[in-house]
């Protein structure tokens, strides 16, 4: 075992308090700058180490528990694909999607250097969460592109009600908030065919905080976000996260699948956080104050500012602050 994964194990095997760094480096018989080392390459690995000085350190994420094999069995027409760390499962599944346009693949990572979120934004993605990219090879238009974001958020919802029993909203166009904090993020991509120059497969990328402990999100999340879980020690034994993805997944395809029957679309509007509450909406270099009040068929959100006047908003580029 190397240095890293021995203090790895140390560290949880002590979850439940501080370990020194003398501490750490006289039970594994190594230097005190070999233990600093390992903490700071394991966090590079995406495991989140509280450090606290005169304390020590506690480890407070864990690896999600997946399997190919489990994930492959439960997804038949997938290609799966697993990984312990990527930069971004979107981009990876984007070059899949160069590579074999018409094959559907899923691609799960445990932990993402790189996480990409909309508007140019970074995902916060240590071990503990479940980032996963669905590459579903079907031409569509722009203009569907919002349809397919709105479908995922609806699979999403509906798999962590299934398989976790938790009940999400839907903070428009596709965050999942559970008591009032986000807990799931959705960045759909499309992928243009080289020949055809039309969009060729979509890639649906998902994170859901999983296990990640309150206390492990920086400070800037800490008010906003959450997990489906406090921590690994509250994920019950018989929770299956391989069930979880295998849901999502099958729950998105089948709802692409019947993409203009526009199902979704009533669990879409039922589930919204917004409707009938006031919002702050920030597009372009714009910010009004307005009502959100209803959803149309293009999964658009429907505004009312004080004035009375309605403005019906679609652009990906917007964002919405619930006002309290
Ligand atoms: C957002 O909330 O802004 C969207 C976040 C989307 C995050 C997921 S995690 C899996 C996939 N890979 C990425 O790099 N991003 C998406």
Redesign the pocket.
């Known amino acids: 075992m190397t240095s890293e994964q021995t203090v790895l194990h140390l560290l949880e095997q002590n979850r439940n308090r501080y370990l020194s760094g003398q501490e750490v480096a006289n039970t594994l018989h190594i230097t005190r700058s070999a233990v600093w080392k390992a903490i700071e390459s394991l966090r590079d690995q995406g495991h989140v180490i509280e450090g606290i000085s005169r304390r020590g350190y506690r480890l407070l994420t864990a690896t999600t528990d997946l399997q190919k094999e489990r994930l492959a069995g439960l997804l038949p027409s997938f290609e799966v694909h697993l990984f312990d760390s990527l ?5 990876y ?1 984007k070059v899949l999607a160069s590579e074999h346009p018409e094959k559907p693949a899923l691609v799960v ?1 445990t932990y ?1 250097s ?6 140019g ?1 970074s ?1 916060f ?1 240590p071990k503990g ?1 479940l ?3 669905v590459l579903l090879p079907m031409a569509f238009n722009l203009e569907s592109a919002q349809l397919i974001t709105s479908a995922a958020s609806v699979a999403a919802l509906e798999a962590i009600e299934q398989v976790g029993g938790m009940r999400c909203q839907i903070k428009w166009v ?2 999942l908030y559970l008591e009032g904090r ?1 807990v ?4 759909t991509e499309g992928v243009l065919g080289v020949e055809s120059g039309r969009l060729s497969a979509v890639v649906v ?3 859901i905080n999983f296990c990640i402990p309150q206390a492990a999100f920086p400070l800037e999340l800490q008010g906003t976000a959450t997990s489906l879980f406090d921590g690994p020690s509250s994920v019950p034994a018989s929770f299956d996260a391989n069930l979880l993805v295998a849901s999502l997944v099958e729950n998105l395809h089948a709802l692409v699948s019947k993409l203009p029957d526009r199902s979704f679309l009533s669990v879409y509007r039922e589930r919204s956080l917004l409707l009938g509450r006031k919002v702050t909406v920030h597009q372009d270099r714009q910010t009004f104050s307005a009502t959100a009040v209803s959803i149309d068929d293009e999964a658009h959100l429907v505004v009312q500012d004080d004035q009375g006047r309605q403005s019906v908003l679609s652009s990906a580029e917007i964002s919405i602050r619930l006002e309290v």
């Open positions: 930069d971004s499962t979107n981009r599944a990572a993402q790189g996480g990409r979120g909309r508007l934004r995902f993605s969460g980032y996963l990219s596709n965050d986000k799931c993020g959705i960045l990328g998902i994170g």
